[in-house]
């Protein structure tokens, strides 16, 4: 019996969506100009994931960094901007996160566990009325 291709109208588009994502991921480093082995050494975005968890009550940054030691984690926040820096001999991370509201970086507090780091921020204070007298 021959196969009718009415009975599944998306068959050949997924066949084609999937040959192009197989082509596209086989050729990235050429495509692009990406030396993802010189890259992943680096740690800049091959293996580095960051999170962001907004409440009422505070601002959570969640971010991997393998194979890094707790010593070698530096953070600096401005209220607006979280920056992660942290180096090994073989890996380099430079993260700077843009926080999605302006926190209270003076109520930061950092924990770090299998190669996973966790910021916890309280929201800034709204700005208050000016009353005029």
């Not at 975005?45 to 070698?72: F, S, Y």
């Not at 073989?90 to 700077?96: N, P, S, V």
Request: hydrophobic share 30%; proline share 3%.
């Amino acid at each position: 019996m021959r196969r009718d291709d009415r009975d599944e109208p998306f068959d050949d588009l997924f066949r084609e969506i999937e040959r192009m994502m197989n082509e596209m991921m086989n050729s990235a480093d050429r495509d692009v100009g990406f030396d993802s082995a010189t890259n992943a050494e680096n740690g800049f975005g091959m293996d580095t994931h960051v999170d962001i968890h907004e409440t009422d009550e505070e601002v959570r940054v969640i971010a991997d960094l393998p194979g890094v030691e707790k010593e070698q984690i530096e953070l600096e926040c401005d209220g607006e901007m979280l920056t992660i820096s942290a180096g090994t001999e073989h890996r380099q991370y430079d993260e700077r996160v843009s926080l999605p509201t302006r926190v209270n970086e003076h109520t930061a507090s950092a924990t770090y566990n299998n190669g996973v780091l966790e910021v916890v921020f309280e929201p800034a204070e709204q700005s208050s009325d000016i009353s005029l007298e």
